[in-house]
């Protein structure tokens, strides 16, 4: 009994070795795992729009594989990857607490951005404020970079999920952020992996000099909007609707199912729930 | 020395060609996106109003869009299947944002909106699609005015009321009139858009 409590305090260095080892093979075997997932379902939402439209122009994630919303992303994920193991749990929390807290409050966040010169047209610039705030974390030196990350990751969190909010491609659809949000998150996650498993000297030296690439990226774009002289929010032109004949231009082939009453008058859709049903909160006026 | 002097270079290089890269990206940043072009018809019964008529025409570069998702045979017309396609997928994505729609009396809600028909067209590659809503509430509107503001509050979409026939009103006798105005006071996304505000009245 008295021989083997010694064991107990202090494990063998051995047995320490395996079990991180174990731990550090189960982690990698995940995040492969985890890159595989994403890649079947970037290339299923890709080929499906293909198959269906000849054409990835009106792709869903269109938006997020452009270049302004990869470069944060990437630096994010080197970001993620150079930190400690244990320090890249609450800086991925934090930055998703971010994007999720803005997804809920982005009125508030476009209040306190509007002042901002430029801001309402060009997306509150988020892009720049993103490459910004990952810029500068990475311009540090990387054993300086965890609590400065803690304090600024939930802003880019914030700029992230505005940016892909305000980035939606099509008429709110409703596919759009469950797939946005997570393939946003996979993204850092890759280049997390990659920045992780590739530990050369050179690396630290390569994502600092991206670090102040994406400094210099943000601030670039950053003035160049806010010099911007377009300061309305200009639509595309509008088209007149064609002429039509009738008591009811526009209406004639629907004046049939409006003269319908009750029962005969079926609603449409699918899937009811919430169709039609007042906002949360309202009221209904007597 | 120059081997840094090179490494600079190389460096310069590529922060060029990123922020080459990153041209094509500008366009991307348009708010709105899409401009829609409207018409509203209000469907009365003595005095009550009981259904509501929308129709949006886009704008050439969303039709465009709309085209090369539902057109399926490439023919430049939807078809029925087609018009089947476009509605159920417009009244999913738009439900639950009440089809931009907000019907107001006395500054509160006033009713439901419910889909019960829709049609779909497009002439010269311009798409109008017409909404028929049914009320699940009839408002009865004798000697009452009821407001009407169509707005997408993220101004994904820009909503314009047409320059002919905006506002129609059927069935009424001759007791409603409709009236506009812009409405400062109801200005959105972050006060930089004012809505049309539209007001059906009627006689006692």
Known sequence: ?286 | MTRNRCAFRGSRSIFAVLLFLLLPALPALAHPDIAITLRVLFDMRRGVLTGLGESWTFDAAYSRVLLDQFDRDRDGQFSAEEVTALRDKLIADLSHKHFFTELTMDGKWATRLQPVDFAAESHDSVVTVTFAFDLAGPLDLRGRSLDLEIKDKDYVAAFKLADTAALQLRSDGGHCRTSRRSAPDHAYFVGLVIPDHISLTCDP
């Open chain 1, 1 to 286: 009994m008295a021989e083997q409590r010694p064991r107990l305090a202090h494990p063998q260095p051995g047995n320490s070795k395996q079990q991180t080892s174990r731990l550090a093979r189960f982690g990698l075997g995940l995040a492969v795992a985890a890159v595989f997932t994403g890649v079947v379902v970037v290339a299923l939402s890709a080929g499906w729009t293909w198959f269906a439209q000849g054409t990835l122009d009106h792709w869903l994630l269109s938006t997020t594989f452009t270049i302004e919303r990869l470069l944060p992303l990437v630096g994010a994920g080197f970001l993620l990857g150079q930190l400690p193991a244990r320090f890249r749990l609450p800086v991925l929390l934090i930055l998703g607490f971010g994007l999720v807290s803005a997804l809920i409050t982005r009125d508030t966040l476009m209040l306190l951005l509007a002042p901002l010169p430029g801001a309402a047209t060009h997306f509150f610039l988020v892009g720049p404020i993103a490459c910004l705030i990952v810029g500068l974390l990475l311009v540090l030196p990387a054993q300086m970079r965890f609590w400065p990350a803690m304090i600024l990751m939930p802003s880019f969190g914030s700029a992230l999920g505005l940016a892909i909010y305000f980035s939606d491609p099509s008429l709110h659809d409703r596919f759009y952020l469950p797939l946005a949000l997570p393939v946003a998150l996979w993204l850092i996650l890759i280049a997390a992996l990659v920045t992780g498993l590739v530990t050369a000297a050179w690396t630290r030296i390569g994502v600092r000099v991206y670090g102040s690439w994406l400094v210099a990226i943000g601030m670039l774009y950053g003035g160049a909007y806010m010099a911007s002289k377009q300061t309305q929010l200009v639509p595309p032109p509008f088209v007149e609707p064609p002429p039509a004949s009738g008591d009811y231009p526009g209406f004639q082939p629907l004046l049939k199912s409006l003269d319908r009453h009750g029962p005969q008058r079926p609603v449409l859709g699918t899937d009811h729930s919430g169709i039609g049903d007042l906002p949360p909160g309202e009221e209904r006026g007597t």
